[in-house]
């Protein structure tokens, strides 16, 4: 079913990196070759974009570092796999035994206990970086968010920015320990987590849960998408990807979120996004609205909150506008916010003035949180091509968690020599702070080994560290 308020157009850009070969390398060296025809790259007749661009040695030279990069994780896919698996295996050895010495000493006990990642106690690799379950119910909403949004009713049930960030951070997890912490820690009703196909992986690559504040008469529903897991190289490509769908009056959205929210067809909206779904398998952005659905006609003063980190914000970011699409408003009418924490770039300037005008007429329903030079917000690259861009500004946290609101944060695509210096210079700030910010705030706040080990690391790549929800968990209870 076409929308009334979007139309449908088969306009699109599609990179297939799998298929670049060395000589497609001329194609991005030589800006007045025309990647059309070229095999890797998929050019709709009705996209003029391709004409626009062509001549531009910026727009070649990011194409051409996206494709590569996507190429080198696809090769590397099953190494990194098998890599993540074990580190996240070895923490968990360690820490079900108690640590390094106890481990030893189970061993020649022989009473040696084996992690089961199936279970509530099993963290993710991220789960050890930042182990914090509890909320902390103390905090407060930055007054840049207060001052814009009517919270005063949701804030006498929870801070919502750090009950986001929390969502968003345990996402990462398993189902049972996602259960275990909404609702032995939080008490809270935990109402499902999905796990969701991808149509074009052929995979289930799609996580997120749902839960109330309360069982009967909630005032809160909350969804969380799980973001991109740091050993899925598959996760990787999709946040690389410069590939877009336009969506009419909407404008150009990312093509890989779209398919790991649920689309259908990639060369044609119509077919891509029906208004209703009569498939066998489960795709998120149907489940879960149905879910939701279900939820507001059974709780009918409950707000919704729609969150995410990395890949997930890309998607709580999504969800809302194929509901606009569908013209979902049932759901819709209840949406309180969207809070996305490093979150990509997933449409054009097109889609941003859409989604503005959507969610931000009435009071700013939509907040996007950046810290530092976090890596991710600054992907994929804003170029000729594709034109992704931010929307509706950044609520952008940096020095010892002070807030800005800023229509961009600063370096936009990552990769610009000025801010060199200064990159590696607060990567040191960051780590010199956590190894004495839990003496400042307290026990809760005492960074464990594998998070120093991942600043340290983030000293050689700036902005790989500063994508942790640590980071972002500080800003939303220390932030000001």
Same mark, same amino acid.
């Given at each position: 079913?076409?929308?009334?308020?979007?139309?449908?157009?088969?306009?699109?850009?599609?990179?297939?990196?799998?298929?670049?070969?060395?000589?497609?390398?001329?194609?991005?060296?030589?800006? @007045? =070759? %025309?990647?059309? *025809?070229?095999?890797?790259?998929? $050019?709709?007749?009705?996209? +003029?974009?391709?004409?626009? !661009?062509?001549?531009?040695?910026?727009?070649?030279?990011?194409?051409?570092?996206?494709?590569?990069?996507?190429?080198?994780?696809?090769?590397?896919?099953?190494?990194?796999?098998?890599?993540?698996?074990?580190?996240?295996?070895?923490?968990?050895?360690?820490?079900?035994?108690?640590?390094?010495?106890?481990?030893?000493?189970?061993?020649?006990?022989?009473?040696?206990?084996?992690?089961?990642?199936?279970?509530?106690? @099993? =963290? %993710?690799?991220? *789960?050890?970086?930042?182990?914090? $379950?509890?909320?902390?119910? +103390?905090?407060?909403?930055? !007054?840049?968010?207060?001052?814009?949004?009517?919270?005063?009713?949701?804030?006498?049930?929870?801070?919502?920015?750090?009950?986001?960030?929390?969502?968003?951070?345990?996402?990462?997890?398993?189902?049972?320990?996602?259960?275990?912490?909404?609702?032995?820690?939080?008490?809270?009703?935990?109402?499902?987590?999905?796990?969701?196909?991808?149509?074009?992986?052929?995979?289930?690559?799609?996580?997120?849960?749902?839960?109330?504040?309360?069982?009967?008469?909630?005032?809160?529903?909350?969804?969380?998408?799980?973001?991109?897991?740091?050993?899925?190289?598959?996760?990787?490509?999709?946040?690389?990807?410069?590939?877009?769908?336009?969506?009419?009056?909407?404008?150009?959205?990312?093509?890989?979120?779209?398919?790991?929210?649920?689309?259908?067809?990639?060369?044609?909206?119509?077919?891509?996004?029906?208004?209703?779904?009569?498939?066998?398998?489960?795709?998120?952005?149907?489940?879960?609205?149905?879910?939701?659905?279900?939820?507001?006609?059974?709780?009918?003063?409950?707000?919704?909150?729609?969150?995410?980190?990395?890949?997930?914000?890309?998607?709580?970011?999504?969800?809302?506008?194929?509901?606009?699409?569908?013209?979902?408003?049932?759901?819709?009418?209840?949406?309180?916010?969207?809070?996305?924490?490093?979150?990509?770039?997933?449409?054009?300037?097109?889609?941003?003035?859409?989604?503005?005008?959507?969610?931000?007429?009435?009071?700013?329903?939509?907040?996007?949180?950046?810290?530092?030079?976090?890596?991710?917000?600054?992907?994929?690259?804003?170029?000729?091509?594709?034109?992704?861009?931010?929307?509706?500004?950044?609520?952008?946290?940096?020095?010892?968690?002070?807030?800005?609101?800023?229509?961009?944060?600063?370096?936009?695509?990552?990769?610009?020599?000025?801010?060199?210096?200064?990159?590696?210079?607060?990567?040191?700030?960051?780590?010199?702070?956590?190894?004495?910010?839990?003496?400042?705030?307290?026990?809760?706040?005492?960074?464990?080994?594998?998070?120093?080990?991942?600043?340290?690391?983030?000293?050689?790549?700036?902005?790989?560290?500063?994508?942790?929800?640590?980071?972002?968990?500080?800003?939303?209870?220390?932030?000001?």
């Amino acid at each position: 079913m076409e929308s009334t308020c979007c139309g449908s157009s088969s306009s699109y850009i599609i990179y297939r990196p799998e298929k670049l070969k060395r000589s497609h390398i001329l194609d991005f060296l030589l800006p @007045w =070759r %025309s990647l059309k *025809g070229s095999g890797h790259v998929e $050019i709709s007749s009705s996209s +003029s974009h391709h004409d626009d !661009s062509q001549g531009s040695i910026e727009a070649h030279w990011i194409t051409f570092f996206s494709c590569v990069l996507q190429k080198i994780m696809l090769r590397i896919r099953r190494p990194l796999s098998l890599l993540g698996f074990a580190l996240e295996f070895t923490l968990n050895l360690f820490s079900v035994n108690g640590g390094i010495l106890k481990l030893i000493a189970t061993i020649l006990r022989g009473s040696v206990v084996i992690p089961n990642s199936e279970s509530k106690e @099993w =963290r %993710s690799f991220l *789960g050890h970086i930042d182990g914090r $379950i509890d909320l902390h119910r +103390s905090s407060s909403v930055p !007054s840049c968010i207060s001052k814009t949004a009517p919270t005063r009713r949701i804030e006498r049930i929870i801070n919502p920015l750090e009950l986001c960030m929390m969502a968003s951070k345990v996402a990462y997890e398993n189902p049972a320990y996602v259960n275990n912490a909404v609702t032995n820690h939080w008490k809270m009703h935990f109402e499902g987590f999905f796990n969701c196909w991808n149509v074009f992986l052929k995979e289930k690559t799609t996580h997120a849960f749902i839960f109330c504040d309360r069982p009967k008469n909630a005032r809160l529903i909350v969804v969380a998408f799980r973001g991109t897991e740091p050993f899925n190289a598959k996760n990787w490509c999709t946040d690389l990807d410069l590939s877009w769908l336009s969506m009419g009056k909407m404008g150009r959205v990312h093509l890989g979120f779209m398919k790991a929210l649920g689309l259908q067809d990639e060369k044609d909206v119509g077919k891509g996004w029906p208004k209703e779904y009569r498939g066998d398998k489960e795709l998120a952005y149907y489940l879960i609205g149905d879910k939701l659905r279900a939820l507001v006609e059974k709780n009918k003063g409950a707000k919704i909150l729609i969150t995410g980190h990395s890949l997930g914000a890309a998607l709580a970011t999504l969800f809302p506008a194929i509901l606009i699409h569908h013209q979902q408003t049932s759901i819709l009418s209840r949406l309180f916010g969207v809070y996305t924490f490093g979150q990509p770039r997933v449409g054009d300037k097109q889609f941003g003035s859409f989604m503005e005008t959507h969610l931000n007429s009435k009071f700013k329903r939509y907040v996007r949180v950046v810290y530092r030079y976090d890596i991710v917000p600054r992907i994929p690259f804003d170029d000729p091509y594709s034109q992704f861009v931010h929307f509706g500004g950044c609520l952008y946290y940096h020095g010892w968690y002070r807030a800005q609101v800023l229509n961009e944060e600063p370096d936009e695509n990552y990769f610009s020599p000025f801010y060199l210096l200064s990159k590696h210079f607060h990567a040191l700030l960051d780590l010199s702070r956590a190894l004495y910010i839990g003496i400042q705030h307290g026990k809760d706040y005492t960074e464990s080994s594998t998070s120093i080990l991942f600043r340290v690391f983030g000293l050689l790549v700036p902005g790989v560290a500063s994508h942790s929800p640590r980071d972002c968990v500080n800003a939303a209870r220390l932030g000001r």
